[in-house]
């Protein structure tokens, strides 16, 4: 089985600071990784996505990710916090492999706090 | 994402009543799907269809229905509501050449 963890249920970070939300994820075969974002009364809108090739992908809004294999991490990062990027993050994984490769299973979210 | 869009966005119902939410998109995708999200428990995956004739049961299906009526539309039903169904429920569509979803602006059910 899939899974994710966020173990940050929330982040705070300064206005101009670099940020980070941590997701680790578990699954069998080779994973699709993927990053969304939520704003208050909003859908979920897609950041990024690791599929192969390089470790380090960049998205939208300067958001970019780092996949780690050997920790079976995908951190979500930004140089320099904006207040705009206050919202709800959530990571998801993909499995592969086997039967129910096609399902995403999503993190509990972390909601992040820019402090201006 | 606007090519996603649900009705209604806000409904509130009595236990007991038959609730139907819809969805429509017009991003020409083959899959869709029905998640609800509930505060600290992040997205979980009620049913999903590939096409229209391809139906099959997410993670939490019990007390759900759905129809695919066609490519473009997926509606999930609560054939009798109950209070602990009180969610914000989104749609999602994707291809099955692209990897990510596409998600609907939700539905804020509350089941009184």
């Known amino acids: 089985a899939q899974s994710v963890a966020q173990p940050e249920d929330q982040v705070n970070v300064a206005e101009g600071n670099p940020l980070t939300v941590k997701c680790t994820y578990s699954?069998?075969?080779?994973?699709?990784l993927f990053w969304y974002v939520q704003y208050p009364n909003r859908g979920l809108q897609f950041l990024l996505k690791?599929?192969?090739?390089?470790?380090l992908v960049k998205g939208s809004y300067g958001f970019e990710a780092e996949f780690n294999k050997s920790q079976t991490s995908f951190h979500l990062k930004k140089p320099s916090a904006l207040v705009s990027d206050s919202a709800l993050y959530f990571c998801?994984?993909?499995?592969?492999?086997?039967?129910?490769?096609?399902?995403?299973?999503f993190g509990k979210g972390t909601k992040l706090s820019v402090i201006p | 994402d606007a090519d996603v869009t649900q009705t209604p966005r806000n409904r509130i119902t009595k236990t007991g009543k038959r609730i139907m939410l819809e969805c429509s998109q017009t991003?020409?995708?083959?899959?869709m799907y029905w998640y609800r999200q509930d505060p600290g428990l992040g997205l979980q995956l009620i049913y999903y269809?590939?096409?229209?004739?391809?139906?099959n049961k997410g993670e939490i299906s019990d007390g759900y229905s759905v129809s695919r009526q066609a490519q473009a539309k997926f509606s999930l039903s609560l054939e009798s509501a109950i209070p602990n169904q009180t969610a914000l429920y989104f749609c999602?569509?994707?291809?099955?050449?692209?990897?990510?979803?596409?998600f609907g602006p939700g539905t804020r059910l509350t089941v009184l």
């Open positions: 269809s590939f096409d229209v004739k391809d139906i």
């Open positions: 991003k020409g995708h083959d899959r």
């Open positions: 690791y599929i192969t090739g390089d470790n």
């Open positions: 999602a569509t994707s291809d099955r050449r692209i990897s990510e979803q596409f």
């Open positions: 998801a994984v993909r499995d592969t492999s086997g039967a129910g490769s096609y399902q995403l299973t």
């Open positions: 699954v069998s075969g080779n994973p699709y």
